[in-house]
């Protein structure tokens, strides 16, 4: 059989077609593949795409039943005329295969291959794998026809459409790895920022209630009761933190009254005095909101944990359309320059991150010996 160049072109749009239609990397490699065969008329087609480790990462044939697949043995390594498509990235078009200095051999059960075509599929400079044909079909009784230079260019068509699949494979398996790593990261900073600071509280007032349960029973028992609630508090954070959730309390109560409500539960469940005050906010954005609250979560759990202040106040202030935070504390103070951004501190990092993400500043004014004060700005709408 021969392709005029219409019967020829026709053939080749209706296997990009049949590509198009697939989204499965590895089924779009088995549609070239068994195009190539059908259009270029041959015995045998193959596709290999190389791994790191001089084997192959994917290997797809057509013409070759799946009993004599099984029979033939392990995958190719990468060696002979395959490793010069791929290492010298040079097409290969050869009257007898087995005739080629570099031939090295096949197992047993490999189908005997005569006239052979070879490809490289490349990006550019990089070499993505190899499309090879062989055992041109034959009208000649003598079988002595070989692939000729319309098949080549026929073939690199199709190779060329490999390139582009391939390629975007892997921008596909890349974006999807990048989505997977926001979405670790986004959890790690919703856990650090609000859970982990109900967990603190919590432990705290369990000590409290376990100092005082034979002391003062009924103290004891008040504090218990604070536990529950933080306990609970903390199941609900790591419910919104999982599915993304802003937290109930922003929406049912706006930001201020969300703000005073913590700041009253950490004043109970923490010796130092924790206080708030809140001018004239108007509602802000949502995503703005919701960064207040957590740059305020953590820079309260700091100043509780690591100040050792007897206050710590917290202010909310409407500024042009949008609001100032401020988290004062009384305490010892540090050097902001000389915290390492090592990754144990999550803290300032993930701070700095919530208010430039919503178009927002963050200053961290601290010395020893004099308090640390938080100050994020944040525009409004
Ligand atoms: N209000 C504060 N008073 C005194 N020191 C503070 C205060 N806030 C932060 N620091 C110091 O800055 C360091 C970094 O804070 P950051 O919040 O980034 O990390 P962390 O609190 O140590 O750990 P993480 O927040 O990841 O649990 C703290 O370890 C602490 O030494
Ligand atoms: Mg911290």
Request: proline letters at 4%; charged letters at 25%.
């Amino acid at each position: 059989m021969s392709h005029g160049p219409r019967s020829g072109l026709a053939a080749v749009s209706s296997a990009l077609l049949a590509m198009s239609r697939h989204l499965e990397v590895r089924d779009v490699l088995k549609t070239i593949v068994v195009s190539a065969r059908e259009l270029l008329d041959a015995q045998y087609a193959a596709l290999g795409v190389p791994d790191d480790h001089g084997g192959f990462a994917q290997f797809v044939v057509d013409g070759v039943s799946d009993e004599q697949w099984k029979a033939i043995g392990p995958l190719p390594r990468r060696h002979g005329i395959l490793a010069a498509m791929l290492d010298d990235a040079a097409p290969q078009r050869l009257a007898d295969v087995r005739r080629d200095p570099r031939f090295e051999g096949w197992p047993s059960a490999h189908p005997d291959l005569v006239d052979f075509l070879g490809l490289p599929i490349r990006d550019g400079d990089e070499v993505l794998g190899a499309l090879f044909l062989a055992n041109k079909n034959c009208p000649k009784p003598d079988g002595a026809c070989g692939f000729t230079e319309d098949d080549e260019e026929l073939l690199g068509i199709l190779a060329q459409h490999a390139a582009i699949a391939l390629t975007n494979a892997r921008l596909y398996e890349r974006s999807r790895e990048l989505t997977i790593a926001e979405e670790r990261s986004r959890l790690a900073h919703e856990l650090h920022d609000a859970v982990s600071q109900k967990l603190f509280s919590l432990r705290l007032t369990a000590q409290a209630a376990a100092r005082l349960v034979d002391r003062d029973p009924a103290r004891a028992k008040g504090e218990l009761q604070q536990v529950a609630e933080l306990a609970a508090e903390a199941a609900d954070e790591l419910r919104a933190a999982v599915v993304e959730l802003r937290p109930a309390a922003l929406d049912e109560d706006g930001l201020a009254a969300t703000l005073r409500t913590q700041v009253q539960v950490l004043d109970r469940a923490h010796s130092a005095r924790v206080t708030f005050t809140g001018h004239g906010v108007r509602a802000l954005p949502a995503a703005q909101e919701e960064a207040v609250l957590r740059v305020a979560q953590e820079a309260l759990h700091n100043a509780l944990r690591h100040s050792g202040g007897t206050h710590v106040d917290v202010s909310l202030e409407r500024r042009g359309n949008g609001a100032v935070l401020r988290v004062g504390d009384d305490g010892r103070g540090f050097d902001p320059h000389t915290v390492r951004r090592a990754g144990r501190h999550l803290g300032l990092v993930s701070m700095r991150d919530r208010a430039s993400g919503v178009g927002g500043r963050l200053t961290v004014e601290s010395a020893p010996g004099k308090g640390t004060t938080i100050e994020m700005e944040v525009p409004g709408g």
